[in-house]
Structure formats: C-alpha cells, structure tokens
C-alpha cells in the first residue's frame, strides 16, 4: 500500500501560480510512476502530467504544457507539480497517484493504483 496526501491547492488569480506537493507513506516510493491527474465536476478524470521513478521521464497533457512542471523528490518521498500562467480552466480538484509497476510514465486512469484525497485549486479571472 501507498498512501498519498496532496497539499498546496489554493485560490490564484490568472497567471499566478501555485505548487502541490504529494507526500507518500508505505511501500517503497522510487519505484513507482507518480502522476497528477484533475477532475472537473461532471467530467471524468484526466491525466495532467506524470514522472517516472528515476525522474527521467515526463509526460505532460497538452493542455498544460510549457505551463506547468512535475518534480520528484525521493529522498523526501514527495511529487511536485509547479503550475505557472494559470488560467480560470486550470480550476478543479487535484490528484497525485501511484502506479505501482512503474512502466514509463502511463496516462490512463486505470494504471494508477494509489490515490490521494484530492486538493483543490481555482483561478479567478
């Protein structure tokens, strides 16, 4: 088991930014992918970007790159996603997940196995 705690989510206005931290407990941390996906009301839930366990290897959706930035630290077992120029659609509920196998960084929902609680983040315009 993985245990996974968001924190960082916020109110910013547009083209501020704002930094989640993952911070996760049990099994053996560096061996897992790690991925942000968000979950808008009514929508399904969509993969943001996500980070092999070496940190060698990134995936971005495209509707945040060049815009937003995902981090690893092993030593302190925590993800980061550093969003910068956010916009009013970037507002919605964020999740840091685990994909125990930790073949190259996957994008789907299914091939996450550990989820966090969520936390939220919005953009005033």
């Known amino acids: 088991q993985v245990q996974l705690v968001e924190s960082g989510g916020g109110l910013v206005q547009t083209g501020g930014s704002l930094r989640l931290s993952c911070a996760a407990s049990?099994?053996?941390?560096?061996?897992?992918?790690m991925g942000w996906f968000r979950q808008a009301p009514g929508k399904e839930r969509e993969f943001v970007a996500g980070?092999?366990?070496?940190?060698?290897?990134?995936n971005y959706a495209d509707s945040v790159k060049g815009r937003f930035t995902i981090s690893r630290d092993n030593a302190k077992n925590t993800v980061y996603l550093q969003m910068n120029s956010l916009k009013p659609e970037d507002t919605t509920v964020y999740y840091c997940?685990?994909?125990?196998?930790?073949?190259?960084?996957?994008?789907?929902?299914?091939?996450?196995?550990?989820w966090g609680q969520g936390t939220q983040v919005t953009v005033s315009s």
């Open positions: 980070i092999s366990y070496s940190g060698s290897s990134r």
């Open positions: 049990g099994r053996t941390f560096n061996r897992n992918t």
């Open positions: 997940a685990a994909d125990r196998y930790g073949l190259g960084v996957r994008t789907g929902v299914v091939a996450y196995d550990y």
